[in-house]
């Protein structure tokens, strides 16, 4: 089946230690996106890429960054992780092109980021 | 900017029963799409339901139906008999028409419980 997925599933880093998650698709969409969402709130864009194309938000930390090599994949790195950064990580994907006339994004199970 | 509200931190239904969503958005924007995701605990977030601005009709897949007042900002789900398997958080999001990869802006969800 056509999915987002996303690794690891639980990451535990210590303070200040880089860490990089792992988000991967196989439906081949043109748009990644990474999302942060912290207990009992709702996700909040850190970046996308449209193709090779990054896009980052205007409020995201430069502590965070992304890459992608390739249309399947997309990481987050995490450079000096505070303890604020403990968070749930989602990665979504969306079609660039119309589908149906709707960009729905899908999404991945998540990596959940314990800073100690 | 645009904004989403969910004025419901938590609501809570009988199965078998029919419960509505509350959600309302602030845009300038005559052209945009509007979402409902339901992240069930530890588990990722799936798409529910979705609205074309344009389109008068409401939106319904299933038990699952929305009241879309373009007037007046408001955006509520219908869950018809309801299922314990309807636990989890509902957030509803939008999406503006502009661009290719435009960005989710969700609200801060909607905490529902299936009691038997």
């Known amino acids: 089946d056509a999915m987002v997925i996303q690794n690891p599933r639980y990451q535990v880093t210590q303070f200040g230690k880089p860490v990089t998650l792992s988000c991967s698709q196989t439906?081949?969409?043109?748009?990644m996106y990474w999302y942060q969402q912290k207990s009992s709130q709702a996700p909040k864009l850190l970046f996308h890429?449209?193709?090779?194309?990054?896009?980052n938000e205007a409020d995201t930390p430069d502590n965070f960054q992304s890459r992608r090599p390739n249309t399947s994949f997309c990481f987050l790195d995490i450079r000096s992780p505070g303890l604020g950064d403990a968070a749930m990580y989602l990665c979504?994907?969306?079609?660039?092109?119309?589908?149906?006339?709707?960009?729905?994004?899908?999404f991945g199970p998540g990596t959940r980021l314990t800073v100690l | 900017a645009q904004t989403v509200t969910q004025s419901q931190p938590e609501m809570s239904v009988q199965e078998a029963e029919t419960v509505t969503l509350s959600c309302t958005y602030d845009?300038?924007?005559?052209?945009?799409?509007l979402f409902w995701y339901k992240q069930p605990p530890s588990r990722q977030m799936i798409l529910v339901i979705r609205?074309?601005?344009?389109?008068?009709q409401n939106a319904t897949e299933n038990r699952f139906s929305v009241n879309f007042q373009k007037a007046a900002k408001s955006f509520s789900l219908k869950i018809s008999d309801s299922q314990l398997g309807d636990a989890a958080m509902y957030f509803c999001?939008?999406?503006?028409?502009?661009?290719?990869?435009?960005?989710?802006?969700f609200g801060t969800g909607t905490r529902l419980q299936v009691t038997l």
């Open positions: 999001a939008y999406r503006s028409a502009r661009g290719t990869a435009s960005k989710l802006t």
């Open positions: 609205q074309e601005a344009y389109k008068q």
């Open positions: 890429y449209y193709d090779k194309d990054f896009n």
């Open positions: 845009t300038s924007e005559s052209d945009y799409y």
């Open positions: 439906l081949n969409h043109n748009v």
């Open positions: 979504a994907t969306s079609s660039g092109e119309t589908s149906g006339g709707i960009y729905t994004q899908y």
